[in-house]
């Protein structure tokens, strides 16, 4: 079933994106502020979201945005 609410806010892509945040905070540790992480993370959700006609793959594409950000890509 596809998901089309561009807003994303059901509890399970919320938990989802929890675990984004504490998964690069743990890679990044050392490199990065567990506050920067979080920051990040949640830019590259927003400006996903705004394009975003299914939801399903927020996570994923917002995790690579992130990293790519964290790394300095």
């Known amino acids: 079933m596809l998901q089309t609410d561009p807003g994303g806010d059901s509890p399970d892509l919320e938990r989802q994106f929890e675990r984004?945040?504490?998964?690069?905070?743990?890679?990044?540790?050392?490199?990065?502020?567990?506050?920067?992480?979080?920051?990040?993370v949640q830019d590259a959700r927003r400006?996903?979201?705004?394009?975003?006609?299914?939801?399903?793959?927020?996570?994923?594409l917002a995790t690579k945005r992130a990293v790519d950000r964290l790394t300095g890509v």
């Open 20 to 40: 984004v945040v504490d998964a690069l905070t743990l890679r990044f540790d050392g490199l990065h502020e567990p506050t920067t992480v979080a920051r990040v």
């Open 47 to 60: 400006e996903l979201e705004r394009q975003a006609r299914i939801t399903t793959y927020l996570p994923v």
